[in-house]
């Protein structure tokens, strides 16, 4: 079955024209989006599904959705707050939805075949669509037996400011067999470092695999997490704070044996506006790709 791609956008908003997942990065002005999209229907996407909240749809259609109409089916999903399993309501005082693990959730709603999952405003390369795409078209394949791309650390890195990155255990095999979250990321020239309130520092090769939220799934998944995220609102759900996280789903999945993830390793530089000065980098990043052939100068021109 021909892979589709869920891309989680409920936190993109209202108001359009102000969020940095719009922002123009390309000669014609086009969004880090642009780019996902158009990577996943070279690698044989052909129907994508927005996560979205549902009061949006109609703004999110016009603003985002049509621009991809001649290229890709397009389908909206929605994120809500008392979207739960029966017997659970939101507690008291919480006022958004419940994080990365529900949106793909949400998603299972539309799905209709394995799929890629992705953030709305990274920009991950073609390499990373295409080895995901080849990954979920292998005849054979468990339903439990998904995969993600990895990055190094050290190219994901802002030049601004810390980040945080989730780090893959990964065995001989290259099978993910954790995700332990860092946050408080930098580089620096002996290699990258994390430094703790305290004052105390942890440092790192910078060639450590992090997880960037790409990940290739099939359909098996959302009952999992149905069963996963219910679990966490037994533990959390009165919390108005806490968020039902993918990763933090996938990794207990790994951990009670209830899936396999490959770890497909990506030598391309991962790019990210998670400071406003990011922009300039992530632009130069993708006018070099333009003048290396790796996309065309007027983007959709040759979809």
């Given at each position: 079955m021909?892979?589709?791609?869920?891309?989680?956008?409920?936190?993109?908003?209202?108001r359009f024209?102000?969020?940095?997942q719009?922002?123009?990065v390309?000669?014609?002005?086009?969004k880090?989006?642009?780019y996902?999209?158009?990577?996943?229907r070279?690698?044989?996407v052909e129907?994508?599904?927005?996560?979205?909240?549902?009061?949006l749809?109609a703004?999110?259609?016009?603003e985002?959705?049509?621009?991809?109409?001649p290229?890709?089916?397009?389908?909206?999903?929605f994120q809500?707050?008392d979207?739960?399993p029966?017997g659970?309501?939101?507690p008291?005082g919480?006022?958004?939805?419940?994080?990365?693990g529900?949106?793909?959730?949400?998603?299972g709603?539309?799905?209709?075949?394995?799929?890629l999952?992705?953030?709305?405003?990274?920009?991950?390369g073609r390499?990373?669509?295409?080895?995901l795409?080849?990954?979920?078209?292998?005849?054979?394949?468990?339903?439990?037996?998904?995969?993600?791309?990895a990055f190094?650390m050290?190219?994901?890195?802002?030049?601004?400011?810390p980040v945080?990155?989730?780090?893959?255990?990964v065995?001989?095999?290259?099978?993910?067999r954790?995700l332990?979250?860092?946050?408080g990321l930098?580089?620096?020239?002996?290699?990258?470092?994390?430094?703790?309130p305290?004052g105390?520092?942890?440092r790192?090769?910078?060639?450590?695999?992090?997880?960037?939220?790409?990940w290739?799934?099939?359909?098996a998944?959302?009952?999992q997490l149905?069963?996963?995220?219910?679990d966490?609102?037994?533990?959390?759900?009165?919390?108005?704070?806490?968020?039902f996280?993918?990763?933090?789903?996938v990794?207990?999945?790994?951990?009670?044996?209830?899936?396999s993830?490959?770890v497909?390793?990506?030598e391309?530089r991962?790019?990210?506006?998670t400071?406003?000065?990011?922009?300039?980098?992530v632009?130069?990043?993708?006018r070099d790709?333009v003048?290396?052939g790796?996309?065309?100068?007027?983007?959709?021109?040759?979809?």
């Amino acid at each position: 079955m021909t892979p589709e791609l869920v891309i989680m956008a409920a936190g993109m908003g209202s108001r359009f024209g102000g969020l940095k997942q719009l922002e123009p990065v390309g000669p014609q002005g086009e969004k880090v989006l642009d780019y996902a999209l158009f990577d996943a229907r070279r690698a044989g996407v052909e129907r994508v599904v927005f996560v979205i909240r549902r009061e949006l749809e109609a703004e999110f259609h016009r603003e985002v959705g049509s621009r991809y109409h001649p290229w890709l089916e397009v389908a909206y999903a929605f994120q809500e707050l008392d979207q739960l399993p029966p017997g659970f309501r939101p507690p008291p005082g919480r006022t958004r939805p419940w994080g990365t693990g529900q949106a793909i959730l949400a998603a299972g709603t539309q799905v209709r075949a394995p799929f890629l999952a992705i953030n709305a405003d990274d920009f991950y390369g073609r390499r990373a669509f295409q080895a995901l795409t080849e990954f979920l078209a292998r005849p054979g394949a468990a339903p439990d037996a998904y995969a993600m791309v990895a990055f190094r650390m050290a190219n994901t890195l802002s030049e601004h400011g810390p980040v945080a990155r989730g780090i893959c255990q990964v065995d001989g095999a290259g099978l993910l067999r954790g995700l332990e979250e860092h946050t408080g990321l930098e580089a620096d020239a002996a290699g990258c470092r994390e430094r703790d309130p305290d004052g105390g520092e942890r440092r790192f090769t910078g060639q450590e695999p992090v997880s960037m939220n790409i990940w290739g799934f099939r359909p098996a998944l959302f009952a999992q997490l149905q069963e996963g995220f219910a679990d966490f609102l037994r533990g959390s759900g009165q919390d108005p704070r806490a968020e039902f996280y993918l990763s933090t789903a996938v990794d207990s999945l790994i951990r009670a044996g209830q899936a396999s993830v490959s770890v497909l390793a990506s030598e391309d530089r991962w790019c990210g506006v998670t400071y406003r000065e990011d922009k300039a980098t992530v632009a130069a990043r993708i006018r070099d790709l333009v003048q290396a052939g790796e996309y065309p100068p007027c983007l959709w021109s040759r979809a």
